[in-house]
């Protein structure tokens, strides 16, 4: 006679039947995917046209985890970028740890110094709310899940940064709500500032040349 199974049982058999396997990031098969990315990230200084004239990120050396998320934002449109909502909509969520873990270890090199110069005095207590989340050199984050900001470029920083500042549109824009508090009532001129001395800090980011044709 068979017994019966308890609604618990049953639950458990669910959740076990539809819970696909969570694999590893795999820097190796990363390295196999990023076709897309190459064109802008692979070219040291290249620039886009959107919204403004900019230096693309460097995402050589940049923690993985944030990778991910920026790569999620942009997908589910919390990041309003029409190029890369596309190339992120059509990546797989192993696709973007992949890639990640790719960007991660490529840039791998000497770790950033423990102490950075002083913030000039008229943006120091500004970038204190920073220091939480990105460390006290701007290298070494909280987790692996925010992002290193110390030697990015500072063009791209200020576009970064003012996107957060931007509410209603369609195709630029950035929702993170912790962010956009910070940057509200910031003025362009202090958000530059902001840009200038995060840009002029040693850190571990960097573009890596890549062949287009590879």
């Known amino acids: 006679m068979r017994q019966l199974l308890t609604p618990l049982a049953l639950a458990l058999i669910a959740c076990v039947a539809f819970s696909a396997p969570v694999q590893a990031q795999d820097a190796a098969a990363g390295a ?3 076709a897309m990315c190459i064109g802008c990230h692979g070219i040291p200084e ?14 050589s050396g940049q923690n993985a985890g944030y990778i991910v998320a920026a790569l999620q934002s942009y997908a589910k449109g919390e990041r309003k970028h029409p190029t890369m909502r596309g190339i992120a909509g059509s990546m797989s969520e192993q696709d973007m740890k992949d890639v990640a873990a790719f960007y991660e270890q490529q840039g791998k090199g ?12 008229a943006i120091a207590s500004k970038l204190q709310a920073c220091v939480a989340c990105h460390g006290t050199n701007f290298s070494k984050t909280l987790d692996g899940n925010h992002p290193k900001l110390a030697g990015q470029h500072a063009d791209y920083l200020t576009v970064a940064l003012r996107a957060y500042q931007l509410e209603g549109k369609s195709t630029v824009g950035r929702g993170n709500a912790i962010m956009q508090g910070q940057i509200k009532g910031m003025s362009t001129a202090e958000i530059k500032q902001i840009a200038a001395y995060l840009a002029s800090l040693p850190g571990e980011l960097k573009t890596v040349p890549q062949s287009a044709t590879r």
């Open 32 to 34: 196999k995917k990023v």
């Open 46 to 59: 290249y620039r886009a046209s959107f919204p403004e004239v900019h230096r693309v990120p460097k995402i």
């Open 110 to 121: 000497e770790p950033a110094p423990a102490e950075v110069a002083a913030a000039p005095a």
